[in-house]
């Protein structure tokens, strides 16, 4: 009789054990990082991470590097590779890798970061590019960087002044440079004050935000502004998908809560600030701020063109619809504006 009641206590136990539900488990990822201390990712990446913690309760967060593991181009492999378990990356300095993404880095195109950013993701999860390019990692956030500006060392207003300029571009602002003729002198950004310093460069096109997040209102106190943009930069977090894989179903429900569009529409929303700060920044120093005159910009727009045909043809021989693609990509910016 002993032997049975013990049993059946046991049996009872195990019961209550199994209906008890199990303690919800602490995971860590952590997450690539090349933008350097006084970036303004450094706060943006800490709000974004608040929201994953947040929405795990607590279980799950984010270790975010304090210095570069590859230069700009090798970020995205870090995380392929399983280095890491998440990257900020560039699309546009992994040359063919993503052609049809790069599509929303196009002229004149993306007029704001805020709006922009979570129409990205709409459109690129509407049409089911995910899958088609990120093939071998997670994609978890899409966003945009302001439009671009050039920024330089003396004022300049005319792109016959500025071919006598060397104009640092790289990555998805080449493209533009070169099809406006400029002198463009490849560099990542990272190493643009040095340059601009050395008088390696002098000026450089960028949003107005890296003007603060690379310090360089120090050093560039000329800044012309180009109606709706030269382009702008696109952005994306990634994961490992082993890493992705490996999350809780808690965890896992959390991250993809904080991301998509709602972490599209925070960095958005971060980079317009910031974007914002860097031009008040150069108002308050006293700065030249200038925009081509009407007629100086047709020309402009004129040598624009062919960035946006060459982005067309070159998704048109993947297969893809390239017309069809932009403009979609344009009508839900535009819904998105209004």
Same mark, same amino acid.
């Given at each position: 009789?002993?032997?049975?009641?013990?049993?059946?206590?046991?049996?009872?136990?195990?019961?209550?054990?199994?209906?008890?539900?199990?303690?919800?488990?602490?995971?860590?990822?952590?997450?690539?990082?090349? /933008?350097?201390?006084?970036?303004?990712? @450094?706060? !943006? $990446?800490?709000?974004?991470?608040?929201?994953?913690?947040? =929405?795990? #309760?607590?279980?799950?967060?984010?270790?975010?590097?304090?210095?570069?593991?590859?230069?700009?181009?090798?970020?995205?492999?870090?995380?392929?590779?399983?280095?890491?378990?998440?990257?900020?990356?560039?699309?546009?300095?992994?040359?063919?890798?993503?052609?049809?993404?790069?599509?929303?880095?196009?002229?004149?195109?993306?007029?704001?970061?805020?709006?922009?950013?979570?129409?990205?993701?709409?459109?690129?999860?509407?049409?089911?590019?995910?899958?088609?390019?990120?093939?071998?990692?997670?994609?978890?956030?899409?966003?945009?960087?302001?439009?671009? /500006?050039?920024?330089?060392?003396?004022? @300049?207003? !005319? $792109?016959?002044?500025?071919?006598?300029?060397?104009?640092? =571009?790289? #990555?998805?602002?080449?493209?533009?440079?070169?099809?406006?003729?400029?002198?463009?002198?490849?560099?990542?950004?990272?190493?643009?004050?040095?340059?601009?310093?050395?008088?390696?460069?002098?000026?450089?096109?960028?949003?107005?935000?890296?003007?603060?997040?690379?310090?360089?209102?120090?050093?560039?106190?000329?800044?012309?502004?180009?109606?709706?943009?030269?382009?702008?930069?696109?952005?994306?977090?990634?994961?490992?998908?082993?890493?992705?894989?490996?999350?809780?179903?808690?965890?896992?429900?959390?991250?993809?809560?904080?991301?998509?569009?709602? /972490?599209?529409?925070?960095?958005?929303?971060?980079?317009?600030?910031?974007?914002?700060?860097?031009?008040?920044?150069?108002?308050?120093?006293?700065?030249?701020?200038?925009?081509?005159?009407?007629?100086?910009?047709?020309?402009?727009?004129?040598?624009?063109?062919?960035?946006?045909?060459?982005?067309?043809?070159?998704?048109?021989?993947?297969?893809?619809?390239?017309?069809?693609?932009?403009?979609?990509?344009?009508?839900?910016?535009?819904?998105?504006?209004?």
């Amino acid at each position: 009789m002993r032997k049975i009641a013990i049993t059946l206590w046991l049996a009872a136990a195990a019961a209550v054990l199994w209906q008890t539900p199990a303690k919800a488990e602490k995971q860590v990822l952590r997450m690539a990082y090349w /933008g350097g201390p006084s970036h303004q990712m @450094v706060q !943006t $990446l800490a709000a974004w991470v608040k929201t994953i913690e947040e =929405a795990s #309760g607590g279980n799950l967060t984010v270790e975010v590097d304090k210095a570069a593991l590859a230069k700009m181009e090798g970020q995205y492999d870090l995380i392929r590779n399983g280095v890491r378990d998440l990257v900020w990356a560039v699309p546009g300095y992994t040359v063919g890798r993503f052609d049809v993404f790069q599509g929303t880095e196009l002229p004149l195109l993306c007029p704001k970061p805020a709006v922009c950013s979570p129409a990205v993701w709409k459109w690129y999860e509407k049409n089911g590019l995910a899958a088609k390019e990120f093939t071998d990692t997670k994609l978890l956030v899409t966003f945009m960087g302001g439009p671009y /500006g050039i920024h330089t060392t003396k004022p @300049v207003k !005319t $792109l016959d002044e500025l071919k006598t300029l060397k104009i640092r =571009a790289a #990555g998805p602002s080449l493209p533009m440079a070169k099809a406006l003729g400029l002198n463009a002198v490849p560099l990542p950004a990272t190493e643009t004050y040095e340059a601009a310093q050395r008088g390696t460069v002098d000026g450089s096109v960028f949003p107005w935000e890296a003007m603060t997040s690379f310090r360089l209102n120090e050093l560039l106190k000329a800044h012309l502004e180009v109606p709706g943009g030269l382009g702008a930069p696109s952005f994306v977090i990634v994961a490992n998908t082993k890493a992705f894989d490996n999350l809780t179903p808690e965890n896992k429900a959390a991250l993809l809560k904080a991301s998509g569009e709602a /972490g599209s529409a925070l960095f958005g929303k971060a980079w317009q600030y910031w974007d914002e700060h860097g031009r008040n920044d150069a108002k308050e120093k006293g700065h030249a701020i200038e925009t081509p005159t009407p007629a100086e910009f047709e020309k402009w727009k004129a040598l624009l063109q062919v960035v946006t045909d060459d982005w067309i043809k070159k998704v048109d021989q993947k297969g893809y619809d390239g017309r069809k693609l932009l403009d979609d990509l344009q009508a839900m910016i535009k819904q998105a504006s209004s």
